[in-house]
């Protein structure tokens, strides 16, 4: 069992910038792959950004490529989205999750745990 919490969502505005934290605590961290997905209100969950066990391969959905980055710490058991740029679309709750997978993938379903979400606002 992985246990996932989300820190860090808020209200800002539109060209601001937010560091998003996910605190995993159970098995060992560094086992897993991760991502970021988000879901805005009547829209199905869309991924945003995955990066592998070891930090060194990083994906990103197009719409937030060059403006999002994803990283780890497996030493603080920490997975990080820094968010900059920000445009009121990116409005969603945000997720962290979980994979065994070597890959990281971009589709949610393989994805085994999940934190609770944390909201962002962008007004513009």
């Known amino acids: 069992q992985v246990h996932l919490v989300e820190s860090g969502g808020g209200l800002v505005q539109a060209g601001g910038s937010l560091r998003l934290s996910c605190a995993a605590s159970g098995r060992t961290f560094s086992n897993y792959a991760m991502a970021w997905f988000r879901q805005a209100p009547g829209k199905e969950r869309e991924f945003v950004s995955a990066i592998d066990r070891g930090g060194g391969i990083t994906n990103y959905a197009d719409s937030v490529k060059g403006r999002f980055t994803i990283s780890r710490d497996n030493a603080e058991n920490a997975l990080y989205l820094q968010m900059n740029s920000l445009k009121p679309e990116d409005t969603a709750v945000y997720y962290c999750?979980?994979?065994?997978?070597?890959?990281?993938?971009?589709?949610?379903?393989?994805?085994?745990?999940w934190g609770q979400g944390t909201q962002v606002t962008v007004s513009s």
């Open positions: 999750a979980a994979d065994l997978a070597v890959i990281p993938r971009t589709a949610p379903s393989p994805y085994d745990y």
